[in-house]
C-alpha cells in the first residue's frame, strides 16, 4: 500500500511539473537583421557624408550592438509619397500645396525616383501613381482640388461622413505603396496641421507602420491660427506632426515661418546621403516588445536623426 501511494504521488508530481512546463510561454527566436537608416549633420546644420562603420556605435534597450551591415549610397532612388491634407482646416492652404510640392519635387526629384500623390479629407484618394512628371503630378492635384472622386480611394472602405484621416492616409500609404521589398529609400512628405478626428488607425499603429518599413516622415505644417493665437486644436496638429517625424527619422518644418525652397534642398540632400546600419539583436525574441535604439556617433559635435526604435514581431 506504501508502496502503491509513493508511486501515485510520483506520478502526479510529474504529471504537474509537466502541466508547469507546457503552460510556461515561449518566445521564437530568429536571427532579424534590424536596419535603421541615420543622417548626420553637425551642430552647426552641415550634412556628414564621410563617416564609416567604426564611426559608429548602436545600442537596442541600451545594450550595444555588432554593427553587421553598413552603407551609404548616394545614388539609391527614392520611393517618395506625397500626403497632402485636403480638409476644410486647409481650404486656405490649397494652391500653396500645390506650389509647396512642386518646389519639392523639382529641387529632389530624379529619373528614377518612384512618386505618388495621396490627397485626404475623410477619403484617401491615390491622385497620381508613379509618375515622374512634376508638371503632371501638379495638373492631377489641381483636378482633384475640382473633382475628387474622379480618383481612387486607398485602404479598406470606411463610412466617414465629414473628418480627417490623418493617421489613415499615413498609415495605407507606407502598408500599400511603401512596404515593398527592394533598394529603395522610403519617405513621405506630409503636407497638414496634423488635426485628426476620423482615422480606424491610432498615432501609435501609424508610426509602428512607419518604423517597420524604414519610412521617414517630412512634416510639412500650415496651422491656421485663430486672431493670431493657437488653441488646443493647433497644439494638438503641432504634437502629432512633430511626432510622426522625431520618431521616424525624419523632420518637423512650419510651412508659414520657414524658407521652404531652402528646407527641400536640404531634404533632397540628405535623402541622397544616409547611412545603413544593419545589426541582429542579442535580445532576439519575437514577443512584440517595442525596442528603443540609439544611435551614437564618435566624431563630436555631430546630431543624429533616425527611428526610435522597432517591435519585435
Do not use: W
Not at 227 to 250: C, D, E, K, P, W
Not at 292 to 305: F, G
Request: charged fraction near 25%; charge should be negative; aromatic fraction near 8%.
Amino acid at each position: 500500500m506504501r508502496r502503491a501511494c509513493f508511486c501515485l504521488l510520483l506520478a502526479f508530481l510529474v504529471a504537474r511539473a509537466f502541466g508547469v512546463a507546457q503552460e510556461r510561454p515561449s518566445f521564437q527566436a530568429e536571427a532579424k537583421l534590424v536596419n535603421i537608416t541615420a543622417s548626420v549633420r553637425s551642430t552647426s546644420g552641415q550634412i556628414i557624408g564621410d563617416l564609416n562603420q567604426d564611426d559608429f556605435e548602436i545600442l537596442d534597450d541600451g545594450v550595444p550592438q555588432t554593427i553587421r551591415f553598413f552603407a551609404r549610397e548616394t545614388e539609391l532612388p527614392l520611393s517618395l509619397g506625397l500626403i497632402i491634407d485636403a480638409s476644410g482646416s486647409q481650404d486656405r492652404f490649397i494652391k500653396q500645396h500645390d506650389r509647396d510640392v512642386a518646389k519639392f519635387l523639382e529641387a529632389a526629384l530624379r529619373p528614377n525616383d518612384d512618386v505618388f500623390a495621396l490627397c485626404f479629407g475623410n477619403h484617401l484618394r491615390l491622385v497620381s501613381d508613379g509618375d515622374t512628371s512634376v508638371q503632371s503630378i501638379i495638373d492631377h492635384l489641381r483636378i482633384f482640388d475640382k473633382d475628387p472622386k474622379r480618383f481612387p480611394e486607398i485602404g479598406p472602405h470606411e463610412d466617414r461622413d465629414l473628418g480627417t484621416a490623418l493617421y489613415d492616409a499615413v498609415y495605407y500609404s507606407v502598408k500599400e505603396k511603401l512596404a515593398k521589398p527592394g533598394q529603395r529609400r522610403r519617405a513621405i512628405l506630409l503636407f497638414s496641421d496634423g488635426e485628426e478626428n476620423s482615422s480606424a488607425n491610432d498615432l501609435l499603429d501609424t508610426i509602428e507602420a512607419a518604423q517597420n518599413a524604414d519610412t521617414l516622415i517630412y512634416s510639412i505644417r500650415y496651422t491656421q491660427m485663430e486672431h493670431g493665437r493657437l488653441n488646443a486644436r493647433n497644439r494638438y496638429g503641432i504634437h502629432v506632426m512633430h511626432h510622426l517625424a522625431s520618431q521616424t527619422g525624419g523632420g518637423d518644418f512650419d510651412a508659414l515661418h520657414t524658407n521652404l525652397a531652402e528646407v527641400f534642398n536640404q531634404i533632397g540632400t540628405e535623402l541622397r546621403s544616409l547611412y545603413e546600419i544593419g545589426y541582429i539583436p542579442s535580445n532576439s525574441y519575437l514577443d512584440g516588445t517595442f525596442h528603443k535604439v540609439t544611435i551614437r556617433c564618435k566624431r563630436p559635435d555631430t546630431v543624429i536623426r533616425s527611428r526610435s526604435g522597432y517591435y519585435a514581431h
